[in-house]
């Protein structure tokens, strides 16, 4: 804090004294040369308040693959686990204490910090926003309290083909392993009814419990009687971030988990038509999909998004409709 205050405050009175000088000085017939002064003196202030504030670097670095980028995360997600993601973030890359202007920006990507992953289109399994949706949290408290063995079957859950647990002093300061089996999609047999998040999880932690053959299901016990057999599951590329299509083969039918995070507003259809759809696992989404090939298709399509339209819609419609009366009333004035 004194260092701070002191190289706050030195510069801060070096300006003020140079301003109170120009406003001591300043003559009673100003010309054009004591205005280029001043716009000199205001120039120079700004530039120095904003040095090492807005760092550039070459545009190179938004090009190439990095690390990150093996193909063993290519179609998976990774995961950095968070107190790896905190000393990457404040004690090796965006320290408070110093902005870094000599650091290489390709170590930030090498050491896989999001969200430099977009730049490789790398999936992340990490959330950076100030505000996350509880189960999310609740399943990532979770996992890292959970048993090794318990968290890597989890992690291929997650669809995670690499994580990063711990890092270290020197560049790229994080060591990555893969996660065999991960798998965004899988079809399983039978699934087990319990009635909330927190049970979901304390279920899956049951000796025995495989993510292979059940699925946890936040529905009535009625509707998770429905047996089915395995089959296959593919995710269809497609150009929209609101939409997941799923190819399913399923010859004996059976419940399709999709582990992408349980969320209102998203609407799950079966070859077109709209289906059920429950929270899976806790954290994830799970449908009964009937016997043989069908396509699933999970499109996002929030109630407060079409309310808001609306509103808006008849906002407008409302202002313009004012405006004409007020027009036609003045012109019958």
């Given at each position: 804090?004194?260092?701070?205050?002191?190289?706050?405050?030195?510069?801060?009175?070096?300006?003020l004294a140079?301003?109170g000088?120009?406003?001591?000085l300043?003559?009673?017939?100003?010309?054009?040369?004591?205005i280029a002064?001043?716009?000199?003196?205001?120039?120079?202030?700004?530039?120095?308040?904003?040095?090492?504030?807005?760092?550039s670097?070459?545009?190179?670095i938004?090009?190439?693959?990095?690390?990150?980028?093996?193909?063993?995360?290519?179609?998976?997600?990774?995961y950095?686990?968070?107190?790896?993601?905190?000393?990457?973030?404040?004690e090796?890359?965006?320290?408070?204490?110093?902005f870094?202007?000599?650091?290489?920006?390709?170590?930030?990507?090498?050491?896989?910090?999001?969200?430099?992953?977009?730049l490789?289109r790398?999936?992340?399994a990490?959330?950076?926003?100030?505000?996350?949706?509880?189960?999310?949290?609740?399943?990532?408290?979770?996992?890292?309290?959970s048993?090794?063995?318990?968290?890597?079957q989890?992690?291929?859950?997650?669809?995670?083909?690499?994580?990063?647990?711990?890092?270290?002093?020197?560049?790229p300061?994080?060591?990555?392993?893969?996660?065999?089996?991960?798998?965004?999609?899988r079809?399983?047999?039978r699934?087990?009814?319990?009635?909330?998040?927190?049970?979901?999880?304390?279920?899956?932690?049951?000796?025995?419990?495989?993510?292979?053959r059940?699925?946890?299901?936040?529905?009535?016990?009625?509707v998770?009687?429905?047996?089915?057999?395995?089959?296959?599951?593919v995710?269809?590329?497609?150009?929209?971030?609101?939409?997941?299509?799923?190819?399913?083969e399923?010859?004996q039918?059976g419940w399709?988990?999709?582990?992408d995070?349980?969320?209102?507003?998203?609407?799950?259809?079966?070859?077109?038509?709209p289906?059920?759809?429950?929270?899976?696992?806790?954290?994830?989404?799970?449908?009964w999909?009937?016997?043989?090939?069908?396509?699933?298709?999970?499109?996002?399509?929030?109630?407060?998004?079409?309310?808001?339209?609306?509103?808006?819609?008849?906002?407008?419609?409302?202002v313009?409709?004012?405006?004409?009366?007020?027009?036609?009333?003045?012109?019958?004035?």
């Open positions: 804090l004194k260092e701070s205050c002191g190289l706050g405050f030195a510069p801060a009175g070096f300006w140079v301003a000088a120009l406003a001591l300043w003559p009673a017939r100003s010309g054009p040369h004591w002064l001043v716009a000199a003196v205001a120039t120079l202030d700004l530039v120095f308040a904003g040095l090492g504030l807005n760092p670097t070459n545009a190179a938004y090009r190439g693959a990095s690390a990150p980028a093996a193909p063993v995360t290519a179609e998976h997600r990774q950095l686990f968070p107190e790896a993601e905190r000393i990457l973030k404040f090796r890359t965006h320290r408070f204490d110093s870094q202007t000599s650091l290489d920006p390709w170590l930030i990507r090498a050491g896989g910090l999001p969200n430099t992953l977009l490789d790398v999936p992340s990490n959330n950076f926003d100030p505000l996350v949706p509880e189960r999310y949290a609740d399943w990532i408290s979770a996992l890292a309290d048993s090794a063995a318990i968290q890597d989890r992690l291929r859950l997650m669809d995670v083909g690499r994580v990063g647990e711990d890092a270290g002093p020197e560049p300061w994080v060591t990555y392993r893969p996660i065999v089996g991960a798998r965004r999609v079809v399983v047999p699934a087990v009814p319990v009635d909330g998040p927190d049970e979901a999880l304390a279920a899956m932690t049951v000796a025995g419990f495989d993510v292979e059940e699925v946890v299901l936040e529905s009535p016990a009625a998770a009687r429905a047996s089915g057999g395995p089959g296959t599951a995710v269809a590329p497609t150009s929209s971030p609101d939409r997941v299509v799923i190819e399913v399923a010859p039918g399709l988990v999709l582990s995070m349980w969320f209102p507003g998203w609407e799950a259809m079966i070859d077109g038509v289906t059920a759809a429950y929270p899976a696992d806790s954290a994830f989404r799970a449908l999909v009937p016997p043989g090939s069908s396509t699933v298709t999970w499109d996002y399509r929030p109630l407060s998004f079409r309310v808001g339209l609306a509103l808006t819609v008849l906002g407008l419609v409302f313009i409709g004012a405006s004409f009366r007020r027009l036609a009333r003045r012109r019958s004035a």
